[in-house]
């Protein structure tokens, strides 16, 4: 495995270079995600190869809409994460080493190995393997945050590559410039949350000082590197919701590219934000009015069934071109990346 690829050492400390925290760890110590270790001055990726989480997912779940609509994607994680946001939706994984630590300080590491060691062992080659016998276009790295276990991500997709496989980051995007650079050739398409558009819901509900600057660099640099980027956005009622802060991220959305894709959905209450309502529909719709009005060409309102927003249209002519319905693909005029339309080209990975 290509370990230590996202780390360097002095004097016996390792520094981490996956996420911007960089956290620097002492012997025996983990740094802020709990999975990224410090075994005698050399940097430990404690769950390796050792997913808490392998699925077949279709690609809209991810949410990628414009990236081989239709298609399979084999989508895994691994326990962790390098934010402690309170309304996490998988926190059972994300925060297991956060809740650990809570419970037992001293030997949260022990228990926590028991943990992984629970988990099924695979192996770059049988994440390939099983990728290849489900039918999959690609292979999503997903659930949690995928930078803390970037290693085992880029090894199985230097093997992924030679068997036509794509790959798929699903990420918070508080990845350090070397962590995507890493990536680079081997990861094709990134959905990067963009939680909120002030710094503060960053501090108070992830965890994360200066998140919104190390986010905003990301979704900028891996759209420059030429990683197919689209971004999410849950809104969460009171906290992220106002129609200046709305405005303000799609204006920024729109300064870096016109057509990146911007999927602004539901919040309903979990973890630990259990005080805030679910998103009312006339939020997530005038969100979508005011991406549009920043030059947005492609807008979409997730997690409220039975809409027509989550539909693709021709930027152009304004004809559907891709009809969804749920993660399914009902219809799709996209030829060659091109309108079937009036022939207007439409961005994307589309095959």
């Known amino acids: 495995m290509g370990l230590p690829l996202l780390s360097r050492v002095k004097n016996g400390v390792v520094e981490c270079l996956a996420c911007r925290r960089c956290c620097r760890i002492a012997e025996g110590q983990a740094g802020f995600c709990g999975v990224r270790c410090n075994d005698k001055g050399k ?32 989508s895994l994680g691994t326990f962790g994460c390098n ?20 419970r037992d300080a001293k030997r949260w590491r022990e228990h926590f190995e028991k943990l992984v060691a629970q988990c099924e062992s695979l192996s770059p080659e049988a994440v ?4 290849v016998a489900t039918g999959c276009k690609s292979i999503a790295f997903t659930y949690n945050e995928p930078a803390i276990f970037a290693e085992y991500a880029l090894d199985v997709m230097k093997l992924a590559r030679k068997r036509g496989l794509k790959g ?12 995507w650079n ?11 949350d963009l939680k909120a558009f002030n710094e503060s819901f960053y501090a108070r509900l992830c965890k994360a000082p200066d998140g919104l600057e190390g986010v905003k660099d990301s979704i900028a640099f891996a759209h420059e590197k030429g990683f197919w980027t689209e971004v999410t956005t849950l809104l969460v009622p009171g ?3 106002s129609l200046q802060e709305m405005r303000a991220a799609a204006e920024w959305l729109a300064s870096v590219d016109e057509s990146i894709p911007w999927h602004v959905t539901a919040f309903h209450p979990d973890y630990e934000l259990l005080d805030a309502p679910p998103t009312p529909v006339e939020t997530l719709l005038k969100a979508r009015e005011l991406g549009l009005q920043a030059g947005l060409k492609f807008v979409y309102c997730g997690n409220i069934p039975g809409n027509d927003f989550e539909n693709t249209f021709c930027p152009a002519c304004r004809k559907l ?31």
């Open 182 to 192: 890493a990536l680079e050739g081997l990861i094709d398409a990134v959905n990067i």
């Open 168 to 179: 798929v980051f699903v990420t918070n995007g508080f990845e350090t410039r070397e962590c």
């Open 83 to 102: 934010f402690a946001c309170s309304f996490c939706q998988n926190w059972d994984l994300s925060q297991s080493p956060q809740l650990l630590r809570k």
């Open 128 to 131: 390939v393997e099983k990728a």
């Open 43 to 74: 940097l430990k990726l404690q769950v390796y190869g050792k997913p808490a989480a392998v699925w077949v997912d279709p690609v809209e779940k991810k949410p990628l809409f414009h990236f081989i609509p239709g298609s399979a994607t084999f």
């Open 239 to 241: 906290r992220n919701d």
């Open 321 to 351: 071109l891709v009809e969804r319905k749920g993660f399914s693909v009902l219809g799709n005029n996209v030829v060659g990346g091109k309108c079937g339309f009036c022939n207007a080209t439409v961005a994307g990975v589309w095959q």
